[in-house]
């Protein structure tokens, strides 16, 4: 089987989240980077944010720490959109490589301007599926959004954090996450329809669509009259299943789900926690009415004892429940170190990231240390049919740059 080729116009993170699901299939990504100007250092910004993590002679000012795990397993080219003779090695590209999928997260109105509109590659490449992410999608073709902007835009943020205190961003950039699964997941779709058609596909990814559609309970509620305490913030606890909240602890805080009343009546069995139990709470509906004084009587009893007596209890009676873990913690967990994925710097070291979200079969595991800013130019244009002089040329003219070796 052909192996499937990716060319992405891709930097921040809700395009290379998706593209690097794409490289742990094995499939050859190839990102695109802007050539440089005098407006800013070169590439992808995120190339510049983080730590130094390797040495300068390396390109350790532009692969720090941040820019490391989404854009590992990649190729990188940096070609002039804007020039006429940039926009055409693009479309070479995209045809002697037999390019599978485009993908872009730049504004949708600037599409057509560097030659990647869906209509000017179909041309070339009639059966190419083409994906692309925007704050709000071709509708709204000029509105420029990233994560935080639109955790606000879409009420991610006014149902995060304390009842009585200000609306809080999500600790990991969820939209931005979302987005690029839904790259990920649209694409797969394209190919299934290209292998029973033969033809390609446009993808549009809305930002804000995406994130509203996680609105799942609390958008709906809208249309039945619901309290606003339905659809703000509430803090650790969870709106409708009572009394699931973090519970602090001798030596910390634990966290317990109760999702119905069986799980309830094995909470009030464990003789820690049977003096919680009476007649009104035995429903959920019952433990709503006493919510305020419920959860201040389990925190009473929580606070007692230390987290692990509490995790012994909550397993024997098979309640959900959770350590709140910091990440190194989480690093830690079997569930997770065996499953995490690695790179290698270019002294050997060897650098573990996040796990895979789903084990596949034949799935790469250890990618290759992200790519230099440029540093497959040269490569991939002689793979197009360029000429070592022609690459020179163009170099020099400001259309592409191929990085020094």
């Given amino acids: 089987m052909k192996q499937k080729i990716v060319l992405s116009l891709e930097q921040a993170l809700s395009l290379p989240s998706a593209t690097l699901r794409f490289a742990q299939l094995g ?5 695109i980077e802007a050539t440089p100007s005098s407006r800013g250092l070169p590439g992808d910004p995120n190339r510049y944010i983080g ?3 390797v040495d300068e002679a390396d390109g350790g000012n532009e692969r720090r720490s941040y820019f490391m795990a989404p854009n590992v397993g990649k190729e990188s080219i940096a070609l002039n959109l804007k020039d006429p003779e940039g926009r055409a090695a693009l479309h070479q590209i995209i045809r002697e ?3 599978d999928i485009f993908c872009c997260n730049t504004l949708p109105g600037r599409y057509e301007q560097l030659g990647i509109d ?18 709000m999608g071709p509708d709204y073709p000029n509105v420029p959004g990233y994560d935080p902007a639109i955790q606000a835009m879409s009420g991610f943020m006014e149902v995060t954090g304390q009842e009585d205190g200000p609306p809080t961003l999500s600790g990991v950039p969820l939209i931005d996450l979302k ?21 390609g596909k446009r993808i549009d990814i809305s930002m804000l669509q995406a994130a509203a559609s996680w609105l799942i309970t609390t958008l709906p509620l809208l249309d039945f009259g619901c309290d606003k305490s339905e659809i703000t913030r509430c803090g650790n606890q969870h709106r409708k299943f009572i009394p699931t909240n973090a519970y602090p602890t001798k030596d910390g805080f634990v966290y317990v789900a109760i999702g119905n009343d069986i799980q309830w009546q094995r909470m009030t069995d464990i003789p820690k926690f049977s003096t919680l139990a009476n007649d009104v709470r035995k429903t959920n509906e019952g433990r709503h009415q006493e919510r ?9 009893l929580t606070s007692q004892y230390t987290t692990d007596e509490l995790v012994d209890d909550f397993m024997g009676a098979t309640i959900p429940h959770a ?14 170190k065996s499953k995490r994925t690695t790179t290698q710097l270019p002294n050997g070291k060897q650098i573990h990231m996040q796990p895979m979200a789903v084990d596949l079969p034949g799935a790469v595991t250890n990618l290759g240390f992200p790519p230099r800013y ?13 000429k070592a002089d022609d690459c020179a040329s163009l170099h020099k003219a400001g259309a592409i740059y191929c990085a020094s070796k």
């Fill in 27 to 31: 499939w050859r990504v190839i990102r």
């Fill in 51 to 53: 730590t130094r993590i």
């Fill in 97 to 99: 490589l037999d390019v």
């Fill in 118 to 135: 869906y209509d000017t590659l179909r041309a070339i490449k009639p059966d190419l599926i083409w994906a692309g992410i925007s704050a």
């Fill in 179 to 199: 987005a690029g699964d839904e790259v990920y997941a649209g694409v797969m779709l394209g190919l299934l329809e290209r292998a029973e058609t033969g033809r």
């Fill in 292 to 300: 305020a004084s419920l959860y201040s009587d389990i925190a009473v």
């Fill in 323 to 336: 350590r709140i873990n910091d990440i190194p913690q989480v690093a830690e967990l079997p569930a997770i």
């Fill in 374 to 386: 440029g540093e497959q130019t040269a490569e991939v244009m002689t793979e197009a049919g360029f």
